[in-house]
């Protein structure tokens, strides 16, 4: 739980795919930033799986394989990132239920990278499984964000 050490080997396990680039930005650099760019990247690789659901892009299976997979990676490390002195800085939206419910939130990060991992498995096999894929997936982002995640603007 919550260990600085642990945190460090998440990020150099995601870095390489996820934060390229980004993490550089001057005075941008603690675990609230990070964290918020790796949700930028479930972001973005929701927004194309949701085009594919929806019929609005064209699905392809490959893409989304690679979609699925960034969630699941990103899901993986996710607890890493919220390390205790981490509940403030960087305009973080995280709760502080994160940290007085730890478990909870341990827990809707494995549920949204086991959903995340079955759909890497059958979402590359025909848009009906995609589509059914993507739901179950995409139920982990409320569900987590009603309690774990406070919404600033
Ligand atoms: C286990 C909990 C959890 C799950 C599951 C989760 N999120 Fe998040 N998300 C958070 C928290 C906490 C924050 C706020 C992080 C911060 O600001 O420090 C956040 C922030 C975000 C942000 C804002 C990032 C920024 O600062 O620009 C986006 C976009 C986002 N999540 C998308 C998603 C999507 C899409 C899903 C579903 C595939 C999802 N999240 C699933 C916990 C979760």
Redesign the pocket.
């Known amino acids: 739980m919550k260990k600085p050490a642990a945190y460090g080997l998440a990020l150099a396990l995601l870095g390489a795919t996820a934060i390229t680039g980004t993490v550089h930005a001057q005075d941008a650099t603690g675990p609230?930033f990070d964290?918020?760019t790796m949700?930028?990247q479930?972001?973005g690789?929701?927004r194309i799986l949701s085009g594919m659901a929806r019929g609005e892009a064209e699905y392809d299976p490959e893409a989304a394989v690679l979609g699925f997979r960034t969630?699941q990676a990103v899901?993986a490390g996710?607890p890493y990132l919220?390390p205790e002195g981490?509940e403030t800085g960087?305009?973080?939206?995280?709760?502080p239920a994160?940290w007085s419910d730890w478990d909870g939130?341990v827990a809707?990060?494995n549920?949204?990278e086991t959903d995340a991992a079955a759909a890497v498995e059958t979402g590359g096999g025909g848009l009906e499984a995609f589509q059914a894929a993507f739901m179950e997936?995409?139920g982990?982002?409320r569900?987590?964000?009603e309690t774990?995640?406070i919404k600033r603007e």
Do not use: P
């Open positions: 609230a964290r918020q949700m930028k479930v972001g690789a929701v969630i899901a996710l919220f981490s960087d305009e973080t939206e995280a709760a994160i939130f809707a990060a549920e949204l997936v995409a982990n982002c569900t987590c964000h774990y995640r």
